[in-house]
């Protein structure tokens, strides 16, 4: 009931935003037919480890006995990846003089889906996330001096993450009598972002800097639970540590599009976060100490092209072909008490 009370709460200001950013007479000050128009700032960046858009990618990964199907024994495998993020319109409009201030209002989704499709036996589906959320509402203030083109304030007030575990991962789990068959990674949290260059008109060259900051709405229940009444394993087996917030900073330079529509675009990402703390190799009956959470960096870097649609700057008006390298903890469900997982593959993006 508390989770209801907050999303409706999320969804009344959203609305209540809305209408009175729409209802204002003056329209000399803010831009008509608003409702569900598409707004150019506020969008994932390429190295943006929860993205809002659409990347399909072919990697090379570290590989681990947890996730190793066939049991190889190989130090790296070659997997496939998807992600299928959307970031609906709900309110967009400017307003003040030469149209100084904006405001949008947006709702986003995404599905994460890792599959293992070189496994000759079954190609496995490893693992799938899923984000959703209430509506966002991005500020921005257009300054145009020189390097300081705008700045914007973003604000996602309830957001919600579950994972899962590929099924054949899961059985296998179960056969093999692991001591920990699933991790319940699901949660409720709020994010805050500052961004200096929102890249409003993706054609011209611009660097853009980006700081984020998750903070979960219920500290004390964590990022991950296991339920011994769900035959998740032993509970005992994990030992979590409080420690409530996610933060990372991002980087962008694009080049300015030429005369055929490409531009060269490299993005990069530092996160802090959690490393969950157990150990999924324990097997029933082991007697081990189980690690604790820690915190450490991750990077994320693209480095591609991409082409623009000419005389369109909506929706799937741009595709990017580069190259993306990670190297933290495992980023997938609860895979993420792996430290020291690398990838690189090739990445195609639609935004």
């Known amino acids: 009931m508390k989770g209801k009370r907050i999303i409706g709460v999320c969804l009344l200001l959203s609305c209540w935003m809305a209408l009175q950013a729409g209802s204002t007479s003056d329209s000399s000050s803010i831009l008509r037919n608003g409702w569900f128009t598409f707004s150019p700032y506020g969008k994932s960046l390429l190295s943006d480890a929860h993205p809002n858009f659409v990347r399909f990618e072919m990697v090379w990964n570290t590989n681990h006995e947890i996730f190793d199907f066939a049991h190889t024994g190989k130090p790296f495998r070659p997997s496939t990846q998807g992600c299928f993020g959307m970031d609906l319109p709900v309110w967009n409009g400017s307003f003040g003089a030469d149209k100084q201030f904006g405001l949008s209002i947006t709702l986003s989704a ?170 999924l190799t324990a097997k029933e009956g082991d007697a081990y100490n189980s690690p604790s959470d820690h915190r450490r960096f991750t990077y994320n870097i693209f480095m591609g092209a991409r082409y623009n649609i000419p005389g369109y700057d909506g929706y799937f008006s741009r595709f990017a072909l580069g190259v993306r390298l990670y190297h933290g903890n495992c980023p997938f469900g609860h895979f993420r008490s792996i430290d020291n997982y690398s990838q690189v593959g090739v990445s195609f993006v639609f935004q």
């Not at 575990?165 to 068959?181: C, K, L, P, T």
């Not at 917030?245 to 055929?260: A, L, M």
Request: charged share 20%; net charge neutral.
């Open 110 to 279: 995404s599905a994460y889906l890792w599959m293992d499709l070189f496994e000759s036996q079954t190609s496995p589906v490893l693992n799938t996330d899923y984000r959703i959320g209430m509506p966002t509402h991005t500020f921005i203030h257009r300054l145009n001096r020189k390097f300081l083109k705008n700045y914007s304030i973003a604000w996602s007030p309830f957001k919600h993450e579950s994972t899962h575990v590929g099924d054949e991962m899961q059985i296998q789990r179960v056969e093999a009598g692991y001591a920990i068959r699933r991790v319940n990674v699901s949660y409720n949290y709020t994010e805050f972002v500052f961004t200096l260059n929102e890249p409003e008109d993706r054609r011209v060259q611009c660097h853009t800097f980006r700081a984020g900051l998750m903070i979960l709405w219920s500290p004390k229940e964590g990022w991950y639970s296991i339920k011994e009444s769900a035959g998740d394993g032993d509970a005992s087996l994990a030992h979590s540590r409080v420690s409530p917030v996610e933060v990372y900073f991002q980087y962008q330079y694009q080049t300015p599009t030429s005369r055929h529509g490409f531009q060269g675009i490299v993005s990069a990402e530092i996160r802090n976060r959690v490393v969950y703390g157990y150990d």
